[in-house]
């Protein structure tokens, strides 16, 4: 079974200041990881994904996250919010064997405060 | 490339109606799931075709639900007939095999039963 967990369900950040949403993820076997993002009425899109290799990830929008297997996180960060960052974000988390679904996270709204 | 599309994006409809849900996936795109999102809560796995076969169904609230992909094309989802529970956006998202489980969300439609 898999399982992800994302602490608070809103956070708010001034524009500029660092922006961090956490996710811990409970997996059987190793895990590949997501973050998505939804803007308001569009569907969600991929921010970035961890599969394997080098544990710290980029993607768009200058967001990245680190894989840790030790803590069972992957924590989204970005050094400066912009307003554009406002949106739901959502992690998520399917195992690397066989077929399993994707298990998504409740989401954590940001807010950028001007 | 067209995305996902969805429809319809808003249905209102009475306690023990049926609504009818389609979603085009991405043109040859084999997995085609479906999630809901009932209020706050995470986004929860209902089911997955790969071409017109279920692949995983163990997300399917109880037999209200039809899911249909006739043709490995287009999919509908039937709720009939409706209750009050049963609110809250539907997703869909497709996939092209074994891309380390990545999704491509469709907007969603919005299903409100009164």
């Known amino acids: 079974a898999q399982s992800v967990t994302q602490l608070g369900s809103h956070v708010s950040v001034s524009e500029g200041a660092l922006v961090l949403l956490r996710c811990n993820y409970s997996?059987?076997?190793?895990?590949?990881l997501f973050w998505y993002v939804q803007y308001p009425n569009q569907g969600l899109q991929l921010l970035l994904k961890?599969?394997?290799?080098?544990?710290l990830v980029k993607g768009i929008n200058g967001f990245e996250a680190e894989f840790k297997k030790s803590e069972t996180s992957f924590h989204l960060t970005k050094p400066s919010a912009h307003m554009s960052d406002a949106a739901e974000y959502f992690c998520?988390?399917?195992?690397?064997?066989?077929?399993?679904?994707?298990?998504f996270g409740t989401g954590t709204k940001l807010q950028v405060i001007p | 490339e067209a995305g996902v599309t969805q429809f319809p994006s808003h249905s209102v409809i009475e306690k023990g109606q049926t609504v009818t849900l389609r979603c085009d996936p991405i043109?040859?795109?084999?997995?085609l799931y479906w999630y809901r999102r009932v209020m706050g809560k995470e986004i929860k796995f209902l089911l997955h075709?790969?071409?017109?076969?279920?692949?995983?169904e163990s997300g399917m609230p109880n037999n209200r639900f039809l899911a249909e992909r006739t043709g490995g094309t287009y999919s509908t989802l039937k709720v009939q007939p409706a209750e009050l529970e049963d609110s809250g956006v539907y997703f869909c998202?497709?996939?092209?095999?074994?891309?380390?489980?990545?999704?491509?969300f469709g907007e969603g439609s919005r299903l409100t039963v009164l």
């Open positions: 998202a497709s996939s092209l095999r074994d891309r380390g489980g990545e999704l491509f």
């Open positions: 997996s059987s076997v190793p895990p590949y």
């Open positions: 961890y599969t394997t290799g080098a544990t």
């Open positions: 998520a988390v399917r195992s690397s064997g066989g077929y399993q679904k994707v298990t």
């Open positions: 043109s040859g795109h084999d997995n």
């Open positions: 075709f790969v071409k017109e076969s279920k692949q995983d």
